[in-house]
């Protein structure tokens, strides 16, 4: 089973971006997804997340700017960036969620996807 992140780059800050991560096998219909970032250096933080029910949660720091959805048809889960600032410049993964924190679903982390926010 394996997860692709897509959607990062650079951007200018106030900018937008939409990150996508599409997973393979059957188990994404039924897992709770969730979208962490990391620094160098720095743990992987989980900035949002969605239920299989679609409900979903958010860090402070990216409440009311990010979106997380999903498409269960297109084994996708999305996320949506708007309002971007420099403190958002980080390597930005998908992953399994359980309980508000990753849990190895789908066995490994993806190769990730760069957002570069400048000033």
């Known amino acids: 089973v394996q997860l692709v992140e897509s959607g990062g780059g650079l951007v200018q800050a106030g900018e937008s971006l939409r990150l996508s991560c599409v997973a393979s096998?059957?188990?994404?219909?039924?897992?709770?997804m969730g979208w962490f970032r990391q620094l160098p250096g720095t743990e992987r933080e989980l900035v949002a997340s969605?239920?299989?029910?679609?409900?979903?949660n958010y860090a402070d720091s990216v409440k009311g700017r990010f979106t997380i959805s999903r498409d269960n048809a297109k084994n996708t889960v999305y996320l949506q960036m708007n309002g971007l600032k420099p403190d958002d410049t980080a390597v930005y993964y998908c992953?399994?969620?359980?309980?508000?924190?990753?849990?190895?679903?789908?066995?490994?982390w993806g190769p990730g996807t760069q957002v570069t926010v400048y000033s």
């Open positions: 992953g399994g969620v359980s309980r508000g924190k990753y849990y190895p679903t789908f066995g490994s």
């Open positions: 096998g059957n188990m994404f219909v039924i897992a709770s």
């Open positions: 969605i239920t299989s029910a679609k409900s979903t």
